[in-house]
């Protein structure tokens, strides 16, 4: 049988937490289906600076290119705050998504029937929501150079830049993206102000031919902020570059109740993909239990379809957290009247339950 190899870097704060209920259910939907699937795991972040001096070891990121996918809970908290640039623990999640070109990031806002009530919006506004947000993540004002200080340290300058084929190739992800769903693509920029806009608006118009059957709009991205709030479910597919593809995807996770739900995938052109929660570190709640594991545990259901294929297994997992949800267990990120409240890792076994 294939060997479909499995690193999990559990990272900071709430990482190791919600790390640990999303390798259970990987384990047991591994056991009982027979999957083949391997895993080991590493340091990354600032445990792994504390331990190795370095956020992204050598050893890690050895183990993450011979991966077939990676599921990372989460980097960053207040002690590493006044490190140096290259050592903060951020650049280890920004290392692994360069050295693996893992360019196109997916992160999906759905809001579970169940949780209408969660959302900060009133509930009609976000019933049925299902959205898509495609980020480039390896391009733009992340990585563009030059970037420092002046010399006097009177100023300190990043550059956004993006080529062509960094615009068509995130470009092409989403439109294809756009036709599985319900064929409508919003591409976000600021073409009003910034040339490196004008060019996406450029090459994304120009792809459109090669996908008649996609609607695609424009739209800037202050308007593109204020849209998802007014009205989110005017979106389908939304495809943007990566400082607005992270502003939009914070906006988007609230709608749906918590951050706490929403997984992601970041895919290179192999299919080797690192999945993880949009959620971060949380270091205030971390080590308390009251973190929730669902956003991991969707990003191992993410990992089954989209770097292995095994989509059964990976629909069990999430029809296993609606059952969850519609018995109306949460956790403390999410609010409800007459819900009952769990813990982090009572949370995974419920869901584990549900699997069985
Ligand atoms: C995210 C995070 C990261 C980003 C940070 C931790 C570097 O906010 O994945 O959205 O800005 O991309
Ligand atoms: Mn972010």
């Not at 600076?49 to 996918?69: H, I, M, N, V």
């Not at 709009?217 to 998802?228: E, I």
């Not at 709608?255 to 999945?275: E, H």
Request: include cysteine; aromatic fraction near 6%.
């Amino acid at each position: 049988m294939k060997t479909r190899e499995v690193l999990i870097l559990q990272g900071d704060g709430i990482g190791p937490e919600v790390c640990h209920e999303a390798k259970k259910v990987l384990e047991h939907i591994n056991d009982t289906k027979d999957l083949g699937i391997t895993i080991s795991e590493s340091a990354v972040g600032g445990c792994a600076f504390e331990e190795f001096g370095s956020p992204l070891p050598e050893k890690t990121l050895k183990l993450a290119q011979r991966s077939d996918a990676i599921l990372l809970g989460a980097v960053g908290g207040p002690s590493w705050d006044n490190l140096d640039y290259d050592l903060r623990p951020e650049r280890a999640l920004l290392g692994l998504r360069s050295e693996l070109d893992l360019f196109a990031n997916l992160r999906p806002a759905i809001l579970s029937k169940y949780l209408s009530d969660s959302s900060s919006l009133k509930p009609e506004k976000v019933l049925d929501l299902d959205m898509l947000i495609v980020r480039e993540l390896t391009g733009g004002i992340y990585f563009g150079e030059p970037r420092g200080r002046s010399d006097t340290n009177e100023s300190a300058f990043n550059t956004m830049v993006y080529s062509k084929n960094e615009i068509e190739r995130i470009g092409r992800v989403a439109f294809e993206a756009a036709q599985k769903r319900n064929k409508k693509l919003c591409s976000v920029d600021k073409a009003n102000v910034l040339e490196v806009s004008v060019l996406w608006r450029e090459v994304i118009s120009d792809l459109a031919n090669e996908y008649p059957d996609v609607h695609l709009s424009h739209m800037l991205v202050d308007n593109a902020a204020m849209q998802l709030v007014r009205e989110p479910k005017q979106f389908d597919v939304i495809v943007t570059g990566n400082l607005f593809g992270d502003i939009l995807s914070d906006i988007a996770a609230m709608l749906t109740g918590s951050i706490g739900m929403l997984p992601s995938a970041s895919l290179n052109s192999k299919n080797q993909g690192l999945y993880e929660p949009v959620h971060g570190s949380a270091p205030d709640i971390a080590g308390k239990g009251l973190a929730n594991p669902i956003a991991a545990i969707l990003s191992v259901a993410m990992m089954l379809k989209y770097s292995f294929s095994l989509n059964e297994a990976s629909s069990d997992i999430e029809g296993a957290i609606q059952e969850v949800l519609s018995a109306g267990y949460i956790t403390h990120d999410l609010e409800g009247n007459n819900n009952k409240k769990l813990s982090t890792s009572e949370m995974g076994n419920k869901i584990i339950e549900k699997l069985i």
